[in-house]
């Protein structure tokens, strides 16, 4: 089982990940919605396209673009839409 873990909660868990460029990236319906936040932030790769971020709110404290996805991925990275990964002090328990 692989966990993202922020501020003492449990994110997300699944058995089952991708793993790409070093990071989890959870299937969506593993994600705890609950502590999400749409964010204006996006970026942009080269090969899997543009990226879109969650906030994470936990507690009562926020972590700023702590989750990102790609709603429209490339050819070359459908694999992981419908997939959320994470980074900002999210520690991935594997």
Excluded: Q
């Excluded at 089982?1 to 089952?16: D, F, L, Q, Y």
């Excluded at 080269?46 to 989750?67: F, H, I, M, Q």
Aim: glycine share 6%; hydrophobic share 35%.
């Amino acid at each position: 089982m692989v966990k993202a873990v922020w501020n003492g909660a449990v994110i997300a868990e699944s058995e089952v990940t991708v793993k790409v460029e070093g990071n989890h990236y959870f299937p969506k319906s593993s994600v705890r919605t609950e502590y999400l936040e749409d964010s204006s932030h996006s970026t942009y790769c080269p090969w899997k396209g543009e990226a879109s971020y969650y906030s994470l709110r936990v507690d009562g404290l926020r972590n700023e673009n702590a989750a990102w996805y790609y709603p429209d991925p490339s050819s070359e990275a459908a694999w992981i839409r419908d997939h959320v990964a994470f980074w900002h002090g999210v520690r991935i328990e594997a």
